[in-house]
């Protein structure tokens, strides 16, 4: 009986043990992850398999027409013309954050 309950903790502990890993590496935004120049300023899907994104490329602006076939560029624009993004939010984390305070 005592091994069974020495069983039952061990696996618990485990368990919440890679729940709290999971929830650290949630909480860090994806947006910092790269640190590159190339920045993504705004994406509109326009079917189920087209979309236009504007790309911030140092101190140009690319709009780019994605699509299954591959990427294509529709034209090229001062970068000044667009605003800065705001940084992307983790909708898990989000989700886990709404969990553990509660519904609003």
Not at 27 to 38: A, Y
Not at 45 to 63: E, I, N, P
Request: proline residues 6%; glycine residues 8%; hydrophobic residues 50%.
């Amino acid at each position: 009986m005592i091994e069974l309950v020495l069983r039952v903790l061990c696996s618990l502990t485990v368990v919440f043990a890679i729940l709290w890993a999971l929830t650290r590496l949630v909480r860090r935004p994806l947006g910092s992850r790269g640190g590159g120049t190339v920045t993504v300023v705004a994406r509109q899907q326009l079917s189920r398999g087209s979309s236009v994104a504007v790309v911030k490329v140092a101190d140009r602006a690319l709009v780019l027409g994605v699509s299954d076939a591959g990427v294509s560029l529709l034209a090229d624009a001062d970068a000044d013309l667009f605003p800065e993004p705001q940084p992307a939010q983790n909708p898990v984390g989000q989700a886990l954050k709404r969990f553990r305070t509660g519904p609003a």
